[in-house]
């Protein structure tokens, strides 16, 4: 039986700022991997592409509020500049 990913661990290297920012990140992260894990089975960010963050940006966002979606665009960054990609994502 493998463990579960553990997303905190991962983004630890990246998240600064106040404690709140920070679970907020990680929250949000969360999110993304088990929406991205739903849709494709890729169940840790390392087998991640870019569309799967654009799906996510696009498809599952579609209906929230602009601030909303802009939180998640940070939080899509810090995932992006951990997984060293160069990546680049349009609001």
């Known amino acids: 039986m493998s463990k579960p990913f553990d997303m905190e661990l991962f983004m630890s290297g990246v ?4 404690r709140a920012t920070r679970k907020r990140h990680l929250r949000q992260a969360t ?7 739903g849709r494709w089975q890729r169940e840790t960010p ?3 592409q870019r569309k799967h963050l654009v799906w996510f940006l696009e498809h599952r966002l579609d209906r929230h509020s ?5 939180y998640y ?5 810090l995932l992006v500049r951990r997984l060293q ?7």
Do not use: C, D, H, P
């Open 15 to 18: 998240l600064t700022g106040s």
């Open 31 to 37: 999110l993304i991997q088990s929406e991205i894990a």
């Open 46 to 48: 390392w087998a991640w």
């Open 66 to 70: 602009r601030m909303t979606r802009y």
């Open 73 to 77: 665009f940070l939080t899509v960054r």
């Open 85 to 91: 990609k160069t990546w680049v994502f349009n609001l």
